[in-house]
Each structure stands twice: as C-alpha cells, then as structure tokens.
RNA sequence: CGGGAAGUAGUUCAGCCCGGUAGAAUAUCUGGUUUGGGACCAGGGGGUCGCAGGUUCGAAUCCUGUCUUCCCGACCA
C-alpha cells in the first residue's frame, strides 16, 4: 500500500506539500523525459471526470468534437506575427523521420539523410493548424458558425516545470470557433467564459474572479483575452481558463474570407478558449489539507468508502449482508462507492490511505455497529465523524455528498473574501503584495505601469473584474502608482 | 537558460572525505497471531550504486561529460 510518512504540512513548505501530495495520493508522477508526467489511474479518474463535465456542457452550446494533428508546419506558425512571438521560444521541432543503427554498434541513431524538407511544430496549441484548415471549409455566410473543440496534448518546452501546474506536455481542450460577426465572436468568447466559470463554482467548488486580461497579460494573438482567476491557498493566483477573442487575426493570416448575405467578402471572426490538466493543480491547491488530498464529491472517483471492521472471515460475511446491500442501494442513486473488504490493512491504515486520496464520506461498520443498527460516518472535508442509525442512510448520503460539496466552495469563497482587500497607495502595495492574496487596486491602464510594478514586486495584474466582488463597489478613482485617472479596482496578485 | 543541492533496494536514506566489490528502516513475499485511527513475531527475495567515459591491480567512493529531480533567479497565452 502507500508510505507512511506524513506529508510536510501546507505551513512548513507549501510547495513541498504541493509535489508529496500529488504523488503520494496517486496522482501522477515524473517521468524519464524531462517535464513530462505520468498520470496515473486515480489521477487520470479526475481529469475524465472534468473531461465528461465540461464536454457535456460545451456541447449544450452547440460545439461539436473534432481533431487535428499533432505536428504543424513551421511555416503556419510565423503567418501570425504576434502568435509566433508568443511560443517561438518554448517549442519542440521535428527535424527528421528515420532512424538508423549506429554504425558504431550503440543502439540507434538519428538517419542524417532523412531530414525532413520543411520542419514540423508539435503543437503548443492549435490556431494555426486549424485556421489553414478552417479557409476550407468556409466560403458563404451560410457556413458560419463554426464550432469546434478537441480534446488534446499539446507541448511547451517549460524551463522549470511542476506536475499538473506546468509540464512540458499536458492535456487540455481547445475549442475554435469561426463566426461572421464581431458582436457574436466577442458574445461567444464571453459565453464560454461563462461556461468555465459555472464548471469551475458548482463541479470543482473553485469559486473564481471572471475578468479581462490587461494588454501584458493577453494572449498572443488576440484582441481580447477572458479569464477565471482563482486564489490558491498559500494567497497565490491560478488561472484557471482562459477564452480568447481572436478577432479577424487569424482569418487575414490564413486568409478565411466568406461570402456574405451582401454578396461581398468578408473575413471571419473567431474565438478560442482552453483549460487544461492544470486545473488538477487548482483544485488540489484550493481544498486539500496536511492529511492529503480533499476532493469535492462531484469530482471524486470514490465518493463513498465502506470499510468493514472484522476479525474472521465469518465476521465479514455477517457485516456484509447489511453493507452490500447499501452499497448497491448508494450505486442505484448514482453514487460513486466502494466496498474495501481487502486484509492487506488494518482499518487504521485504510482510513488514513483513503484521507490522502480525498474520498469525501466513509463509512466503517464493525460488529458493535451490527448489533445496534448503526454505522460510522466521517466526511473528509471537515474530519468529523459520528454514528447514526442505518436507518434512512441513503438519503443522508446523499444529502452529505451535497453537504460537503457546498462546504468545500464555501471554505474556498470565505479564504478568497478575507484575503482579498482593497489597496490605495503604492507604498502601501509592497508591504501587503508580499502577504499574499488579491489586492484590489487602481491602475491607469497603461502597459509601462504595470511593467514597473511586475519588475519591483513581481505581481501582476490577474483581470480586470467584468462584474464587481462580492462586498466591493466599482467605483472610479486615480492610479496607485502614477495618480491617472482609473475607471475601477483590477486585481492584483502574484501569480503561479 | 544562470546559481545552488541531490540521484545508492518499490520508498526514505546511510556509506563517499580517507578506493578493496553495498547496508538500515519501511514496503514486498511466506507462515502465524491480529484488525473500532497508519498491528506484531519469525523467515525469505530484491540494487550492473542515474547513464557514459576516464584514472587505478581494483571505483558507489576520485576525475570528465551527460541526463533527471528539487530550490532560487530569468522565462512562462
């Protein structure tokens, strides 16, 4: 079974918690390639649950599933000035297509003659290879919308990389969508904000900031960049998705023009938007504790764990005529259960495994319980645990389930609103930036401002909030740094 | 990519300074006793010491290169 040892708690080196927790409750772990990981089952279990959530939901939008190629031709990239400046720098090549045996005897080596005529880009995200391909299949209004999505790996050479957070390779979606108007690329854009930000509230219990990015902090490529920013519990920022408003960059770089009902061309709007396995990150960073992980139930592989307490083979069999029962009665209602009747571990032992893993109710029934009717109860989210009557068992579950899953957003949402506050000066800023946390501020709108705050404090600005904080007004004001007029409070946090 | 640290059994680590052919704990396997918060006893198996060169009669140990991980920095839609 797993290791003993304790994690370091969250106080001592968060970001030592951080890397214990996702390889000792079986998340994933490091690979033999450099930035790359290995997801393992319970991980991957997560990842395919957020996967089937926001799929369902894309496709209530009206998106369709699609898929495109792993390689891009490095020409397509430099189409689109900006974008190409955006990745240049963090992109694997592929420069031949055959190997040899070493004619030295070791192994193999790459062929010399077989290097390839014009080189090959493993994606670090697909616009160019979508939009070449989009020109296609768009000619009349009459094909518009197009909206597609696909499920993929993409690959960004990371100087310093961390599991879930930023590898090198990692899984996400990305979904492209071409329209024949400005109004409903932009309307778009914000819908699947939207989208992300239901997901990430009601299934991953984040609660997040819906906002813009300032011009630093936009997409490459873009004419507008929409986020959800989320606070991690060490008072860091994570952004948790982003969609992009494209405008007509992509469309005059690959030259996508339709007919209109006007009978003249026009070039098509677009949009993308993506989130990825770094919100396995996200959601450990939000709810997790110094005993493991803790896993919102709507996610949780396991959502119940029954563990019997017996001595004999014959002890088992007598708890199990009440347990099977209920744990095919919990199944029936769509709960996600576990019956562990495993004697590799003592009960002792399982309760702690399945604490690191986050399973979010347990049961445990033992012979005392058996001849009282009675079984223990212990929820992961608050570490309490009490018995109670089987009777009516089902639904009390099934009303914990929901229980600990608003409990889960509500602890996130309180840690979110008390260390979040407003910050008026600049002097002021540096002393609380270094706290952590958000810090609602007033900036002039001006790149060079928020340069010269990200090169002194190393905060930046995470979004321009769309719609104004739980408990804070929008109201006007002049610029901390530089004393220019602001429209509104943006928020200001140092970032993952 | 720059600075620092590390890589030895599945895991955590000792051994390295001062070269002589590898050890502990834990996990794993077997048998038994156990089981309401990380059980105990006994026995067994398991490592080309990250990889590649070099020095040497002999290298986990010394030298060179390289790969990977962690921390700090730069970078990061």
Not at 75 to 93: I, M, Q
Not at 453 to 473: F, H, V
């Amino acid at each position: 079974m797993a290791n003993f040892q304790k994690l370091t708690p969250r106080s001592e080196d968060y970001s030592k918690w951080y890397n214990e927790l996702v390889v000792k409750a079986d998340l994933a772990e490091q690979s033999a390639v450099r930035g790359c990981m290995v997801i393992k089952p319970y991980g991957y279990a997560i990842w395919e649950t957020i996967q089937q959530e926001l799929d369902r939901r894309f496709k209530q939008q009206g998106v369709k599933n699609a898929y495109f190629p792993l390689l891009i031709p490095k020409s397509f990239l430099s189409r689109e000035a900006e974008h190409v400046e955006g990745f240049a720098k963090e992109c694997a090549v592929v420069t031949h297509h055959r190997l040899m045996n070493d004619p030295n005897g070791k192994g193999v080596v790459v062929d010399p003659n077989a290097r390839l005529e014009e080189e090959l880009i493993i994606r670090p995200t697909s616009e160019t290879i979508i939009w070449s391909t989009y020109k296609n299949w768009i000619s009349s209004y009459r094909d518009l919308p197009i909206l597609c999505n696909q499920w993929c790996n993409v690959m960004r050479w990371e100087m310093r990389t961390r599991l879930f957070l930023r590898t090198a390779e990692f899984l996400w979606q990305e979904g492209h969508t071409a329209h024949a108007t400005k109004e409903e690329a932009e309307e778009f854009a914000q819908r699947m904000l939207n989208v992300y930000a239901d997901f990430a509230e009601n299934v991953m219990a984040i609660p997040v900031i819906k906002g813009v990015k300032s011009p630093n902090e936009r997409f490459a490529g873009a004419l507008n960049t929409y986020c959800i920013e989320a606070m991690m519990q060490d008072g860091k920022a994570l952004q948790a998705g982003t969609s992009h408003f494209l405008g007509q960059n992509f469309a005059k770089s690959f030259d996508v023009q339709f007919l209109s009902k006007e009978n003249k061309y026009e070039y098509v709007w677009a949009t993308s938007w993506g989130v990825s396995t770094r919100l396995m990150g996200a959601l450990i960073m939000t709810h997790s504790d110094d005993n493991g992980l803790v896993l919102p139930p709507a996610l949780a592989p396991i959502q119940v764990v029954i563990v019997p307490i017996f001595k004999k083979q014959e002890d088992l069999d007598v708890l199990m005529t009440r347990i099977q029962p209920l744990a095919d009665k919990l199944a029936t209602m769509g709960i996600r259960v576990k019956v562990d009747t495993s004697e590799k571990a003592t009960p002792g032992f399982k309760f702690a495994d399945y604490e690191l893993k986050g399973v979010p109710v347990r049961l445990a029934m033992g012979g005392r319980d058996f001849e009282n009717n009675t079984i223990e109860i212990a929820r992961r989210d608050t570490l309490t645990k009490e018995t109670i009557s089987l009777d009516g068992i089902e639904e009390k579950i099934k009303a914990l389930l929901d229980e600990i899953q608003q409990n889960c957003h509500r602890k996130a949402l309180d840690y979110r609103i008390a260390n979040t506050r407003e910050c008026n000066s600049y002097e002021e800023f540096k002393e609380e930036i270094k706290k952590g946390g958000f810090l609602l501020c007033h900036w002039d709108g001006t790149p060079e401002t928020e340069e010269l705050i990200k090169n002194e404090t190393k905060a930046t600005i995470r979004c321009i909030p769309m719609e104004a904080l739980p408990g804070y007004k929008e109201e006007p004001g002049v610029c901390m740094v530089t004393g220019k007029p602001s429209a509104k409070r943006v928020v200001f946090a140092i970032a993952y």
